[in-house]
């Protein structure tokens, strides 16, 4: 089979050019020191998936707040702090050709009790979850001062000699939370019409690219639907991404769901879907005819015949691979020269039909195999999901 097309350069609307069509997309490591410092694990696990072979890096999400994080042990950018770093970070990542780029985000509403005692969000809408507390609606001044935030991350992204930044506008972070409907019941200027709740990340975006100048890559993680009744729909997603391209956007990146609706790892998919491998494609699809700005698109992947589809067909220019690279750090390099075809990875199965229906137990086991790498080991497909399960809950198997 030819994979002439996966192989391929592409120059971003910036002017960067991207050496394949591979991207290792963003995965929460969780293994940054507990002041959000980059670590030494961080540096291993980076330079190692820098040999694998990917076009583009993506970090996990690094959070534009201290007070404000998704979960432990996660990379925090604020203002220039960690500048040394994050330069290192990025050396060893690039060392090999590829580009990292770092994904900026705030979890909103979507921070833990046991991190977050004073959750801010657009509005006062609760999590379902007994671990999230009700966000207190960020006040205007609030939301002005996250927009430099972000900007600044982006800056300290593009100071540290990283290739660009990514704007985490998925899964049911903040960004995503100002866009729906469902989560943000403002009635001032940041709420209410579509356009009012896009307000937030085109302002983000704006603030970037003052900042960074019109050279420094950046992209957006967005949701095609959020699957919720009442949240952000599969026609608003569209809208956005127009306005997104119209103000000159790098790449956006379709994925979908939120916490509540974990579509993003396939738990709710339907069979056909899978088999099809990529779980948005019909909506990107018809993004594609819409917009100018490059797409990416994650979720779902497995076999390098249906990559090489998707990017000969033109309905996208990066493909995506999250887990994949959890097991198989090499991968890119593999699919590329045609020495592997197929990069599925298992099932999880608990036989507790509760926990294999939300896929709760997915997350954590794939960081276990991201902690693995930051230590020097390879990753281990065998290991047991109940050992996992009684390290992050202290109880033994139900």
Request: aromatic content about 8%; overall charge positive.
């Amino acid at each position: 089979m030819s994979i002439n097309h996966l192989n391929q350069s592409f120059r971003l609307p910036s002017g960067t050019i991207i050496p394949n069509r591979l991207a290792k997309s963003a995965l929460s490591e969780g293994i940054a020191e507990a002041n959000g410092r980059p670590s030494e694990a961080l540096f291993n696990l980076y330079e190692r998936w820098g040999k694998g072979g990917a076009g583009i890096l993506f970090t996990g999400n690094v959070m534009v707040d201290k007070d404000h994080l998704v979960n432990a042990n996660v990379m925090i950018a604020e203002k220039e702090n960690f500048l040394a770093d994050y330069t290192k970070l990025a050396e060893k990542a690039q060392a090999n050709g590829t580009h990292l780029w770092m994904q900026i985000n705030h979890p909103g509403r979507q921070a833990p009790v046991y991190l977050d005692k004073a959750p801010v969000s657009a509005s006062n809408v609760k999590m379902p979850m007994r671990i999230y507390l009700e966000p207190r609606p960020l006040t205007e001044d609030e939301i002005l001062d996250l927009i430099e935030r972000y900007g600044d991350a982006a800056l300290l992204a593009k100071k540290a000699g990283m290739k660009g930044a990514q704007i985490h506008g998925a899964h049911g972070y903040l960004v995503s939370q100002f866009l729906s409907g469902l989560t943000n019941l403002r009635k001032d200027k940041w709420g209410g019409s579509l356009e009012n709740r896009a307000r937030f990340v085109i302002e983000i975006y704006r603030n970037m690219r003052k900042k960074c100048g019109d050279d420094f890559p950046i992209g957006i993680k967005i949701n095609s639907a959020d699957f919720q009744k009442g949240a952000f729909t599969e026609e608003e997603s569209m809208e956005v991404i127009q306005l997104l391209d119209a103000e000159g956007m790098d790449l956006i990146e379709v994925s979908g769901g939120t916490y509540e609706r974990a579509a993003m790892v396939g738990s709710m998919q339907k069979e056909s879907t899978k088999l099809r491998e990529a779980y948005f494609m019909d909506f990107i699809t018809k993004v594609r005819s819409k917009i100018k700005s490059p797409l990416m698109l994650t979720g779902g992947f497995r076999t390098s015949a249906a990559m090489e589809k998707a990017i000969e067909g033109g309905e996208l220019d990066f493909v995506g691979l999250g887990r994949p690279f959890c097991l198989y750090p090499n991968v890119a390099n593999e699919l590329l020269s045609g020495k592997r075809t197929d990069c599925t990875v298992q099932n999880l199965k608990t036989g507790v039909e509760k926990m294999d229906k939300s896929g709760m137990m997915e997350t954590p086991w794939y960081m276990f195999q991201i902690a693995r790498m930051g230590k020097g080991f390879e990753p281990d497909p065998n290991l047991d999901v109940w050992k996992v399960y009684e390290k992050i809950t202290g109880k033994k198997r139900p």
